[in-house]
């Protein structure tokens, strides 16, 4: 999935937050910033509100459309009146809406505009971004990023950061056995002189070839004040990077919903008991209320063994996502891994390594035939509880 870059020409603040979660939430996920079209950089995306001056946002439009011939240019106005359409048309927008416009019609626009960007002759490939949410601290979150992570480098044999957003006890360079000089704070303190080559400095590099941005030492960052700053070091990433694999943590935080945003593949990972389940309900229910769509949840099963606590159909249903993965559970192989900074995917020949082999081809290629299947359900404990709490 092609992810986009916009930016909305507008006065009213109403419709400029409006527009920024149906761009953020649509099918295809859309960085939303502050920054006007200029020569030499012009978003995928630009939203134009013609509702209060047409003859001011018709230039507007040519000014876009000069810039580059490829870009999307989203033409709002206040009622669909042909005299409008065929003049934003002429001017150079690719779409027309009328205020305020379905989440549907904004979904079909930015598919155009993504398939459009993607057909052109200077089109650069953007990073495909994958996102790890724990639906509660311990499920396993870190351990699956970073293994998934090892094995997209060396599936694809292509260049892969993982991001580490977590404030604090943020653990991804202590999994890998690497130490850092530098970690998401430096960027995100220093975004007045942030480019590719800088952030370069600021990346470590893994013995497996992939590269990593440390998480933060303090308890207090990456918050509310780094979300836009971190919506900008993503987005410089995708330019450097074929792939993006963001440890979120397992807290709705700022950082962490700018990370959903951000994400072409939000994989969910959850434990077969019932406090986790319980807490994947809800995060999930969040997640749809923020607006990403729906086809990047992924559900992740990890601890998963005969006999299950709760059926993994039991759980499907509580959660209205089917299972995508089931890794199964097996603490001494992992400790073992974790302890000695050696990921699964690079210390043996183990079931778990060729569990993560599987999952990894399956996501970067969704076409791949694999059978992730678990065997039969045999246990039904826990069912009686479930239904006390849903």
């Known amino acids: 999935m092609a992810r986009l870059s916009g930016s909305i020409l507008t006065e009213d603040a109403e419709l400029k937050t409006q527009m920024t979660a149906l761009l953020r939430g649509g099918a295809v996920p859309v960085t939303v910033t502050d920054e006007r079209p200029s020569r030499g950089s012009v978003q995928d995306v630009v939203v134009v509100d013609g509702r209060f001056g047409l003859e001011k946002a018709i230039g507007q439009v040519e000014h876009v459309r000069s810039l580059d011939a490829t870009v999307g240019i989203f033409f709002v106005a206040s009622e669909a009146s042909p005299d409008a359409i065929l003049t934003s048309m002429r001017a150079g927008a690719n779409e027309f809406f009328a205020w305020p416009p379905s989440r549907e019609a904004i979904d079909e626009g930015l598919k155009r505009t993504a398939a459009r960007r993607a057909s052109s002759p200077s089109a650069q490939l953007p990073a495909a971004t994958v996102a790890f949410f724990g639906a509660k601290g311990g499920a396993g979150t ?15 044999k292509k260049r892969a950061v993982i991001v580490d957003i977590k404030p604090g006890l943020g653990e991804v360079a202590l999994f890998l056995g690497v130490r850092s000089r530098y970690t998401l704070l430096d960027a995100l303190d220093n975004l007045h002189r942030l480019d590719g080559e800088f952030l370069r400095e600021l990346v470590v590099k893994h013995k497996s070839g992939l590269e990593i941005l440390a998480g933060s030492d303090s308890f ?4 509310p004040g780094d979300t836009a700053g971190l919506e900008e070091v993503l987005r410089l990433l995708s330019k450097t990077y074929d ?3 963001i440890d979120a943590g397992s807290h709705m935080s700022t950082c962490a919903v700018t990370a959903l945003y951000t994400a072409d593949t939000i994989c969910m990972v959850a434990n077969p008991d019932v406090p986790c389940v319980r807490n994947a309900q809800r995060l999930l229910e969040r997640v749809r209320q923020l607006g990403p769509a729906e086809e990047r949840v992924r559900v992740l099963l990890n601890r998963a063994a005969e006999p299950f606590p709760i059926p993994p159909a039991q759980i499907q249903s509580a959660l209205g996502y089917p299972i995508y993965h089931m890794f199964p559970s097996d603490y001494k192989t992992v400790s073992g891994a974790l302890n000695s900074g050696v990921p699964l995917t690079m210390s043996d020949n183990s079931d778990m390594a060729s569990q993560f082999d599987r999952f990894t081809r399956r996501l970067i290629d969704p076409s791949t035939d694999i059978d992730v299947s678990s065997g039969r359900v045999r246990s039904t404990l826990g069912l009686q509880r ?4 849903w």
């Open 386 to 389: 479930l239904a006390s709490i």
């Open 220 to 223: 207090d960052r990456p918050g």
């Open 142 to 156: 870190t351990t699956i990023a970073v293994n998934f992570a090892v094995d997209v480098v060396r599936v694809t």
């Open 243 to 245: 792939y993006i694999i």
